[in-house]
Every structure is written in structure tokens, then in C-alpha cells.
């Protein structure tokens, strides 16, 4: 791991595949992130990056040749990505497209993610550079980090609830036995702010909303005001979801999405899909921020 610390936070990322495994606050000797036990779900917040979820049958297609990508992309569990602390409040990880990575991935990408030290919590900052000098450049990018839920031990997971900026009216879309995003829907939430949590709303995978509103989400409990909130005006996706009966909850801020099950899996006309000119280069973040 590397870590830094200010005189309100200390955070630990990891080395392989850069995950944010600790935000933990000194004020309220309070640890935040999932603690990734293998037995529930072995992750604290991976980086999806080139895709979000899933591929229809592992591929995409690209000026017609076939390219394979795994679930969630390359940089999750990637232990070779090139990592620094720079100054003292900022731990940056690296990754650039190699003779070998363009066999699975056309694009001569470079990736930048920087965990930045705040004041009220972390800053995620993705850097993300299309260095061809013919073709755009085709990617999804997001965050799944995973948090504590219930803060204490003396609550219980049906105490917390997610809380939206304004109130939301939308639907949640299905996810196929692949994991591909199907056309079925389900109402959801009906010009409400609150999202209630239970042991069995994510019984059926995530829930996934594409039309709100709302700039940011708040992981708050009925019992007290310490909460963490995710600001995720930056992209056009949200995901929720934890293992059912799970002590977690992840709050998923993302651009681009999972595969359809009617995709013809061309990645210029994926849902969501981002796209770099030649030459260009996008900064994207999102902000963990704890409130009290």
C-alpha cells in the first residue's frame, strides 16, 4: 500500500490494481472503505477502466477485428501499473499502452489516476490521453468503491439509506445471468430523495439509474449525522450494489455502462461510450467526502 495523511484523514491505496482501501478518519477513528474480506467480496474500489461491466461474449469490435477486454477492464488487478506519492497530500498511478496491450486494446491510451488528500475526504482524478496520431480513441471509465455499512457496530444495515441531492423519479434496469444490461426495467424511485436500505435490495444485482439529477449521493443513518457522500456530477451513470445480506454498500459514479443484450458490440456505438479525439485529453473526477 501507499499512504498519506493530513491532520483530519489518512488514506492507503493500494499497489496492485490502485484501490482506494482506507479513508479513515482521525477526528472519529472511523475506517470508511470496505475491508475486502475474500469471504463476501474481495475488493475495496476497483478502477473500471477502458469498460464498465461486462463485454457480450468477452468482445468488442473495432473497425472490424475483434478485441477482447476482462470484465471491469485492465486496470483493476493490475500489478504492474507505475506508482509515486507526489508532494504530500496526492498518491498518482500510471498506466500507457504497450506493443502488446494494443492485441486487446486498439488504442494507444494513457491512464493517470491521482488520489488526492482533502480536507473532508478524497478526491479521485482520472487523466485519461488518446497519444494516436490516427485514430479517436473509445472508453468507459468509473469508480466502484465499497464502504462500511453500518458505520458502528451497534446498527443495523436497515438504519442507512441513500440520500439524493433533489428527488429523483426513475427505474432500474435488469442484468442478464452475464451480467449485460437487459430491456427490461422496473420503477424505482417516484419523486422521492431517500433510497432506503435493506438486506435484499441488491438480490438481483445491481440497480442501475441513468436518468437522475441529482449531483451527489449521501450514505446517511437515521441514528446520527456522520455520513459520506459521493459526488458524482461528472458522469451520467450511477451504480448501487453490495452482496446481498452484506455489511457494505457501493456507490458507483459512471461513464459508459455495462454491454445490452442486443449490442452488435461495436464500441463506436456502445452506450455510453466516451470518446477521444487524436491527441486529446479528458480529466474526470469524483470526490468521497465524509460530513458529520
Known amino acids: 500500500m501507499l499512504t498519506i495523511q493530513n491532520s483530519s484523514f489518512k488514506i492507503s491505496v493500494t499497489k496492485i490494481g490502485a484501490e482506494l482501501c482506507s479513508l479513515f478518519s482521525k477526528e472519529k477513528n472511523m475506517e470508511f472503505m470496505w475491508n475486502a474480506n475474500p469471504t463476501i467480496w474481495g475488493s ?15 468482445n468488442f469490435l473495432f473497425e472490424g477485428n475483434t478485441y477482447s477486454v476482462p470484465k471491469h477492464g485492465f486496470i483493476r488487478n493490475n500489478a504492474s501499473l507505475e506508482n509515486k506519492i507526489v508532494g504530500e497530500n496526492c498518491i498518482e498511478f500510471r498506466s500507457i499502452y504497450k506493443e502488446e496491450s494494443l492485441k486487446n486494446y486498439p488504442f494507444k491510451y494513457e491512464f493517470i489516476i491521482r488520489f488526492i488528500l482533502q480536507e473532508n475526504g478524497v478526491k479521485v482524478e482520472h487523466t485519461i490521453t488518446n497519444h494516436d496520431t490516427q485514430n479517436p480513441m473509445y472508453f468507459s471509465l468509473g469508480g466502484h468503491p465499497g464502504f462500511n455499512c453500518p458505520f458502528f457496530e451497534n446498527e443495523k444495515y436497515e438504519d442507512y439509506y441513500i440520500e439524493f441531492e433533489v428527488p429523483e423519479t426513475d427505474k432500474t434496469w435488469l442484468v442478464s445471468k452475464e451480467g449485460l444490461i437487459e430491456n427490461q426495467t422496473i420503477p424505482y424511485l417516484k419523486d422521492t430523495k431517500k433510497l432506503p436500505l435493506h438486506s435484499e435490495i441488491f438480490a438481483k444485482d445491481a440497480l442501475i439509474f441513468k436518468n437522475l439529477s441529482s449531483k451527489k449521493v449521501t450514505l446517511k443513518s437515521k441514528n446520527h449525522s456522520v455520513a459520506l457522500s459521493v459526488d458524482i456530477s461528472e458522469f451520467d451513470y450511477l451504480g448501487l450494489w453490495a452482496k446481498p445480506n452484506a455489511p457494505f454498500v457501493c456507490i458507483e459514479p459512471w461513464l459508459g455502462i455495462s454491454d445490452s443484450v442486443n449490442t452488435n458490440q461495436d464500441i463506436t456505438q456502445k452506450e455510453g461510450i466516451q470518446r477521444l479525439e487524436i491527441g486529446e485529453t479528458k480529466v474526470i473526477s469524483f470526490e468521497i467526502n465524509i460530513e458529520h
Open 44 to 58: 475495496h474500489a476497483p478502477v473500471l477502466f477502458p469498460i464498465i461491466g461486462c463485454l457480450k461474449d468477452g
